[in-house]
């Protein structure tokens, strides 16, 4: 059964630093891996797409990596800002498309001003 | 969110009365869902379906139906809701089921 932790559950910064968060996963076998964002009270917005077949992807100060064989994603965030305060949550996705997205539980991150 | 949106965005309902959630929307994805949200949990799958009338149960299905009439909306209805049912629902959908989803900006309910 794949399972998908994030470590650390909460984090917090000074504003300005570089800063990665990590998610692994215990089955290699996925399609995808995507990256969200949820907001306090609010639903959870894609950051970033990742397909099985790509290593990463980069979307302004974001930057999402995948190594499938070790089974690990990282999220780096460049310059970070008080904005970028929320949680980030990752969730992979297998080749069947039967098969669930799977959450992690995500990271708070606290970017301190 | 852009191409998807839910309705109500709060709502409070008393127990045992029946209540229902639309989700609605308009990039003509084949895969849509219901999640559950709550503190401790994360999001939690109640059902889904792969297309019109096409629908299965997820983890958490008990005491919750759904129905799906066209493309383009996906109901949930709670049949006799209890206070155990309130939590923040969030719609979500998906062009292929294993591509990457898009979430809905979510229904507060609260059951008293």
């Known amino acids: 059964k794949q399972e998908v932790t994030q470590i650390p559950a909460a984090l917090s910064v000074p504003e300005g630093e570089n800063l990665v968060l990590n998610c692994s996963f215990t089955d290699s076998a996925i399609y995808n891996l995507q990256w969200f964002r949820q907001d306090p009270g609010k639903g959870l917005t894609s950051l970033l797409l990742i397909q099985s077949s790509q290593r990463e992807q980069t979307s302004g100060r974001l930057n999402a990596s995948l190594d499938k064989s070790s089974g690990r994603s990282t999220l780096y965030i460049a310059a970070s800002q008080p904005g970028d305060s929320a949680t980030y949550l990752c969730?992979?996705?297998?080749?069947?498309?039967?098969?669930?997205?799977?959450f992690g539980k995500g990271t708070r991150l606290h970017i301190l001003p | 969110d852009a191409g998807i949106t839910q309705s109500p965005r709060h709502k409070v309902t008393e127990t045992g009365t029946p209540v229902t959630l639309r989700c609605h929307q308009t990039?003509?994805?084949?895969?849509m869902y219901w999640y559950r949200q709550d503190p401790g949990h994360g999001l939690r799958l109640i059902h889904y379906s792969y297309g019109v009338k096409d629908t299965d149960k997820g983890e958490v299905s008990d005491g919750y139906s759904v129905s799906r009439s066209k493309t383009e909306d996906f109901l949930l209805t709670l049949e006799s809701a209890t206070s155990s049912q309130t939590s923040v629902y969030f719609c979500a959908i998906s062009p292929k089921g294993n591509y990457g989803y898009t979430f809905g900006s979510g229904t507060r309910l609260t059951v008293v």
């Open positions: 990039e003509n994805h084949r895969y």
């Open positions: 969730a992979v996705l297998k080749m069947n498309r039967d098969d669930k997205i799977i």
